[in-house]
């Protein structure tokens, strides 16, 4: 089978076009031929950092196929059913561990940008009858992860407001979720054409970051001077002192980016004087990958994909999302 590896090597060079003998099915595992793959920022990361890997491995965490072969045992899927890999394949519920962290795709172990894939059933999630394949690989980290960080680490509620950092994969699956949650939505992006977007999608109110640098109190009057209940922060120590004016008492900060760096100053008194709560999240657990999918079967919710780039394409995908252009979700079909 043709795969992709990242081999030590500086950048995106490091992503390299090669073959490897089709995997065997052992008892309880599923074997799916991949149809389509998608990126998020975290592969940017993994890629930029391959030439420090001790061992190549292949990348992307998010893929969506058809199952091939069952192993013995299996009872879960069968041959032709359509079905996406959880980002951690490990973590079927409860709290995420060093063992399931240390097997995330496309990370730890090898991961979708391969034409055959194959794991263990209970790694596995069906894809929602409504969705395309190219569709259903934008799911299983930024639409979790959107997910989690609204309806599991927390629970958006009807005629609540939640603000949006950019028009990435998450924040725009956030958009879509909150709207059909019945909640109020606010949408931050330097881009006129992304605002307007946002804006068709559904969101409330746009924000210009750049135009506006103290947007958390231009959110936060946005909302008569109470601040929003949720903030979905994904940009890290550059976005988190915004984040705080924009909440109100008692908000919540859904943590989970690091668009803007891994360390900084916290705004500590921010936190206790507002009484504000700070969930960090990672992606989920196949149990809330499920949850998921009723809620996008249940509400019709096509995920909004930018770009999908042929499989010999894989470089000039990962280009075009480290370039920023994107709106939603860029695909690799495989």
């Given at each position: 089978?043709?795969v992709?590896?990242l081999?030590?090597?500086?950048?995106?060079?490091?992503?390299?076009?090669?073959?490897?003998?089709?995997?065997?099915?052992?008892?309880?595992?599923?074997?799916?031929?991949?149809?389509?793959?998608?990126?998020?920022?975290?592969?940017?990361?993994?890629?930029?950092?391959?030439?420090?890997?001790?061992?190549?491995?292949?990348?992307?965490?998010?893929g969506?196929?058809?199952?091939?072969?069952?192993?013995?045992?299996?009872t879960?899927?069968?041959?032709?059913?359509?079905?996406?890999?959880?980002?951690?394949?490990?973590?079927?519920?409860?709290?995420?561990?060093d063992?399931?962290?240390?097997r995330a795709?496309?990370?730890?172990?090898?991961?979708?940008?391969?034409?055959?894939?194959?794991?263990?059933?209970?790694s596995?999630?069906?894809?929602?009858?409504?969705?395309?394949?190219?569709?259903?690989?934008?799911?299983p980290?930024?639409?979790?992860?959107?997910?989690n960080?609204m309806?599991?680490?927390?629970?958006?509620?009807?005629?609540q407001?939640?603000l949006?950092?950019?028009?990435?994969?998450?924040?725009v699956?956030g958009?879509?979720?909150?709207?059909?949650?019945?909640?109020?939505?606010?949408?931050t992006?330097?881009?006129?054409?992304?605002?307007?977007?946002a804006?068709?999608?559904?969101?409330?109110h746009?924000?210009?970051?750049?135009?506006?640098?103290?947007?958390?109190?231009?959110?936060?009057?946005l909302?008569?001077?109470?601040?929003?209940?949720?903030?979905?922060?994904?940009?890290g120590?550059?976005?988190?002192?915004?984040?705080?004016?924009?909440?109100?008492?008692?908000?919540?900060?859904?943590?989970?980016?690091?668009?803007?760096?891994?360390?900084g100053?916290?705004?500590?008194?921010?936190?206790?004087?507002?009484?504000?709560r700070?969930?960090g999240i990672?992606?989920?657990?196949?149990?809330?990958?499920?949850r998921?999918?009723?809620?996008?079967?249940?509400?019709?919710?096509?995920p909004?994909?930018?770009?999908?780039?042929?499989?010999?394409?894989?470089r000039?995908?990962y280009?075009?999302?480290?370039?920023?252009?994107?709106?939603?979700?860029?695909?690799?079909?495989?």
């Amino acid at each position: 089978m043709r795969v992709y590896e990242l081999q030590p090597r500086e950048g995106f060079d490091a992503l390299t076009l090669t073959e490897r003998p089709s995997p065997e099915v052992a008892a309880g595992q599923v074997k799916v031929r991949v149809r389509a793959t998608s990126l998020n920022y975290r592969d940017l990361s993994v890629a930029r950092g391959a030439k420090n890997r001790k061992a190549p491995v292949v990348p992307l965490s998010d893929g969506a196929g058809e199952v091939i072969a069952v192993g013995a045992g299996v009872t879960r899927f069968k041959e032709g059913d359509r079905v996406m890999a959880n980002f951690f394949p490990s973590w079927q519920d409860g709290e995420l561990s060093d063992f399931h962290h240390a097997r995330a795709l496309g990370g730890g172990q090898d991961g979708m940008l391969a034409e055959e894939v194959v794991l263990a059933e209970t790694s596995w999630v069906r894809v929602p009858e409504h969705l395309s394949f190219e569709q259903a690989a934008t799911l299983p980290c930024a639409g979790v992860t959107a997910w989690n960080a609204m309806f599991e680490a927390t629970q958006l509620r009807p005629g609540q407001v939640v603000l949006l950092q950019g028009t990435g994969g998450v924040s725009v699956f956030g958009l879509q979720l909150a709207k059909a949650a019945g909640a109020t939505t606010i949408v931050t992006s330097s881009s006129e054409a992304k605002r307007k977007r946002a804006l068709e999608l559904g969101a409330d109110h746009v924000l210009d970051y750049v135009a506006e640098p103290k947007w958390g109190d231009a959110a936060r009057a946005l909302t008569g001077g109470r601040g929003v209940d949720l903030v979905v922060e994904v940009g890290g120590p550059g976005t988190f002192d915004q984040s705080i004016a924009a909440l109100r008492y008692g908000g919540t900060m859904s943590l989970l980016g690091v668009l803007t760096g891994l360390r900084g100053e916290v705004n500590t008194y921010g936190l206790f004087h507002k009484a504000l709560r700070v969930a960090g999240i990672y992606v989920g657990s196949v149990a809330m990958f499920e949850r998921f999918n009723h809620a996008l079967s249940a509400n019709r919710i096509t995920p909004i994909v930018d770009k999908v780039f042929g499989f010999e394409q894989a470089r000039a995908a990962y280009e075009h999302l480290a370039s920023g252009s994107h709106f939603g979700k860029v695909v690799i079909s495989v």
